[in-house]
């Protein structure tokens, strides 16, 4: 980091164990050193400046703006990034059972790539997982590329303030309790 800095490591030494601090030029190359980007590196700065910071009302800016940071980093939609957009109709289909969910899912894995496949490891019937493939291609969740069922969208995110949240997690809790109670001694 040092060499990265052109400072004499000693200086980083003193900065790692208190005594000195980054100046803002210095905090800017820390933060390309260790690769942050966008509120990490807001936050490492904001770090920064908190600590330079000679007078109370700074001091207080810079710890609020960092209150902000983190709170905007404990939003789960900040996190995961830009995602798929459903209609309201297909969220509503999508959250109503856990198998819509479950099978876009397994679309990621490579064994499962097909109707019969998908059936069998979900335990569905391949009428079932057919319908189920025709929505999620048809919102564009999925993709078949010669007969290969394929995951289009990484990623997908249901607000925390949405009405059918409740619904996609009490779908999970009842899958999960239904697996527990077919579980052997082993298990």
Not at 26 to 45: C, D, I
Not at 63 to 68: A, D, G, H, S
Not at 77 to 84: D, F, M, T
Not at 158 to 167: C, F, G, M, T
């Amino acid at each position: 980091m040092a060499e990265f800095l052109r400072v004499h490591p000693t200086f980083v030494s003193q900065v790692v164990n208190g005594p000195k601090d980054f100046s803002g030029e210095q905090a800017v190359m820390v933060a390309e050193f260790l690769t942050l980007v966008g509120r990490e590196k807001s936050y490492f700065l904001e770090l920064i400046f908190f600590a330079r910071a000679g007078h109370k009302n700074l001091r207080e800016y810079h710890k609020q703006r960092m209150k902000e940071l983190r709170s905007e980093s404990n939003k789960v939609a900040n996190r995961v990034g830009k995602s798929k957009e459903l209609s309201d109709d297909q969220k509503i289909r999508y959250y109503s059972d856990w198998s819509y969910v479950a099978t876009w899912l397994g679309t990621s894995i490579d064994s499962l790539s097909n109707v019969p496949t998908l059936a069998k490891f979900f335990n569905l019937a391949p009428s079932q997982v057919s319908e189920i493939l025709d929505f999620l291609k048809e919102a564009g969740l999925c993709k078949e590329v010669n007969g290969v069922i394929e995951m289009k969208v990484k990623k997908t995110h249901i607000p925390a303030n949405s009405i059918l949240v409740k619904n996609h997690h009490l779908n999970w809790r009842l899958k999960s309790i239904e697996s527990g109670q077919k579980l052997s001694a082993s298990e």
